[in-house]
């Protein structure tokens, strides 16, 4: 009994997976830029999947980053800055410090055609972190990733202007309650810990 118990209780931490999350951004700008981004994500602990289809960009790369606000009345200009919970400086995607929406560059070819997709393990659509409802910013300019003297580096990377922008929006719905696992990395941690104390109960169990 006590280990029909046990086998339970760590069944039921291994299946408790959150619903998939998937999202939709119509992106929309004054030069003729536009696009759509869709980012998914099968569960809470695991990362994002970020698809880009943008076209009418000058060629080269542009910045590309979630601000914090989903607020388009004065177009891109007031979906204030880089979303940056954590209160920290610019980044690269890859770098330990960054801010959340730090996403880094897309490439346009010849064409002005910017077409790519990457995982992302900081930027979650599960919590209180959610960048559901906040807005996606293509910029004029290059981001230097923060690598640079430019006094805007650390800041935002100096990437010019805002040549388009558009909300998270929910692509598919969902309706459990949303559980606060943190985002990317520093969320797969609760989950590793609730795992590993829950297999610690069971044993537990088993021995008693
Ligand atoms: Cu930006
Ligand atoms: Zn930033």
């Not at 998914?40 to 601000?67: A, Y």
């Not at 209160?87 to 897309?106: W, Y």
């Not at 829950?198 to 021995?207: D, I, P, Q, T, W």
């Amino acid at each position: 009994m006590k280990v029909l118990i046990a086998l339970s209780t760590v069944l039921c931490v291994v299946l408790a997976k959150d619903q998939p999350r998937k999202a939709i951004v119509f992106l929309q700008g004054n030069a003729g830029v536009s696009g759509n981004v869709t980012i998914s994500q099968p569960s809470c602990t695991e990362p994002v999947f970020i698809e880009i289809n943008v076209v009418g960009l000058t060629p080269g790369k542009h910045g590309f980053h979630i601000h914090e606000k989903g607020d388009l009345t004065d177009g891109c200009a007031s979906t204030g800055g880089h979303y940056n919970p954590d209160k920290v400086s610019h980044g690269a995607p890859n770098d330990q410090v960054r801010h959340v929406g730090d996403l880094g560059n897309i490439a346009a070819d010849e064409n002005g055609i910017a077409k790519t997709s990457y995982s992302d393990t900081v930027v979650s659509l599960y919590g209180a972190r959610s960048v559901l409802g906040r807005a996606i910013v293509i910029h004029a300019e290059v981001d230097d990733l923060g690598k640079t003297n430019h006094p805007d580096s650390l800041k935002t990377g100096n990437a010019g202007g805002r040549v388009a922008c558009g909300v998270i929006g929910v692509l598919a719905p969902f309706d459990e309650p949303d559980q606060d696992c943190g985002s990317g990395q520093q969320g797969l941690m609760p989950a590793a810990l609730t795992i590993t104390i829950s297999l610690l109960a069971a044993l537990r169990l088993m021995v008693l």
